[in-house]
């Protein structure tokens, strides 16, 4: 069957489809697109229809729905489950959008809205694979299954308890997931691994109110000071975290994966100038790829407190606060981390201040052997399609499902992504190359054919 010119020929009818779905603001974090977030998945479910899954579920939730679709009629073959997400990232600020983000343009080979890339673009592309297959072909190679959700944006508050009510009906051998990018135009990657997260906040408090610096200053505690002075005993000066224990379960780092970093032959220096600094920083002995991919790190996010107006205000103020976010890599524990980093600040905390910690968001690391025969495939795949193989990659990145697919299913997961990195995902002028568009179609025909043996 000739995949590339079914789809060639296809390929403007298929455009328009995707520029419809991409019309629909189905931002989930806004309450007001309530309804948009139950027409996405409601075109969702009607495009399953159209390409032949027998059963179309859209399932409630407290939040916003989850679609459920399947065609099993591959005895002794695979079951892949394909996940992916209707719902977008707000598109503030508008006025630096060139053209309206739910009015899908075409412009330089790129279709530019919001949800391009992000996730629609791709997750049309596993609707219309399975379409073609089953046209071409009259069947599938293998039993394929749908799960859909409308809240990746916010975390996925819905999708873990679906999993779990139900284990049985998302049974399967693999888990796809096109939900992230090539290493660069023509360079495909396969993500093995994603960092995982905990946040938390801090707050200081000194006296019982503001007080005058001259009258006070030199005599009373301040608590901006007292801040600095905590927040700087949280890394020594080699880049490391001094956190007693923070590194239990930070595997280190074996010479075949420091090898598969090592051939994205990533450029420092340019990396530097694009970015206008001085020099990069990290934890000493890593490269940026190592420091960024597959080692944990605790970052600042927020620092206020006293006096942000206009002019001088001699003020010494009586409380000051923080925003803090770690990415965990290996077996890193959320939550005995978020301990351990509270126990630090608490020893730490300077004389005459008074420590509040808050705990915020847990999520564990994802990581996957580059050498199981499921990514293997996925690389060839890959190869067939554009003439180079995969890379194995482990993304800075943090998508707390992918590790829940993974221990709940008791399945692998393929991150088959056909982004690119600078398509500004969550930013203005999202938008989604058309050449992975058309590749894309195919390396997913591709695997699914591969995978039927």
């Not at 301990?339 to 690391?365: D, F, Q, W």
Request: charged content about 25%; aromatic content about 8%; proline content about 6%.
């Amino acid at each position: 069957m000739n995949y590339e010119s079914y789809f060639q020929q296809l390929r403007e009818q298929h455009l328009e489809q995707l520029k419809q779905f991409l019309t629909i603001p189905s931002i989930s974090a806004l309450s007001e697109h309530k309804q948009d977030m139950n027409e996405a998945a409601q075109w969702v479910a009607q495009k399953l229809k159209e390409a032949g899954m027998d059963i179309v579920e859209v399932h409630p939730t407290s939040g916003h729905p989850i679609v459920y679709a399947e065609h099993l009629h591959a005895p002794g073959k695979p079951t892949v489950l394909i996940y992916g997400h209707y719902d977008v990232q707000p598109v503030d600020p508008l006025h630096l959008w060139e053209t309206p983000p739910f009015e899908p343009t075409v412009r330089g080979g790129k279709l530019y809205a919001r949800g391009a890339t992000d996730d629609k673009g791709q997750l049309f592309l596993h609707i219309k694979a399975i379409e073609a297959l089953l046209r071409q072909e009259g069947e599938l190679p293998v039993n394929v299954k749908f799960c859909i959700e409308g809240e990746e944006e916010i975390s996925s508050p819905s999708l873990p308890a679906f999993m779990k009510t139900n284990e049985e009906k998302l049974a399967t051998d693999v888990v796809v997931i096109s939900d992230t990018s090539l290493l660069e135009k023509g360079k495909p990657a396969i993500s093995t691994g994603l960092r995982g997260l905990c946040s938390l906040e801090v707050a200081i408090q000194t006296a019982n109110t503001d007080l005058h610096s001259g009258t006070y200053g030199g005599g009373v505690p301040n608590a901006l000071h007292a801040l600095v002075e905590l927040l700087a005993s949280l890394h020594d000066d080699k880049g490391r975290i001094t956190v007693e224990g923070f590194y239990e379960g930070v595997p280190e780092l074996s010479a075949a994966m420091r090898e598969e970093f090592a051939k994205q032959q990533f450029n420092e220096e340019k990396l530097q100038d694009h970015l206008g600094l001085d020099a990069l920083y990290g934890e000493e002995g890593y490269s940026f790829v190592e420091r960024t991919g597959a080692r944990p790190t605790l970052e600042l996010n927020g620092v206020y407190g006293g006096f942000q107006g206009e002019g001088t205000k001699t003020v010494i103020p009586k409380e000051a606060h923080a925003k803090i976010t770690c990415r965990l890599v290996g077996n890193q524990d959320p939550v005995a981390t978020l301990e351990r980093i509270s126990a630090h600040l608490h020893t730490h905390v300077p004389t005459g201040a008074k420590l509040t910690v808050t705990p915020g968001e847990k999520a564990r690391a994802f990581n996957m052997d580059p050498n199981h025969p499921m990514l293997q495939i996925a690389a060839d795949a890959y190869e067939e399609v554009y003439g180079t193989r995969a890379i194995f990659t482990k993304d800075g990145g943090s998508i707390p499902i992918v590790e829940t697919f993974s221990r709940v299913l008791s399945a692998p997961v393929v991150m088959m992504g056909f982004g690119l990195p600078d398509e500004n995902l969550h930013a203005p002028n999202e938008h989604f190359n058309l050449e992975n568009f058309d590749k894309g179609l195919l390396t997913i025909v591709a695997f699914l054919k591969r995978l039927k043996g």
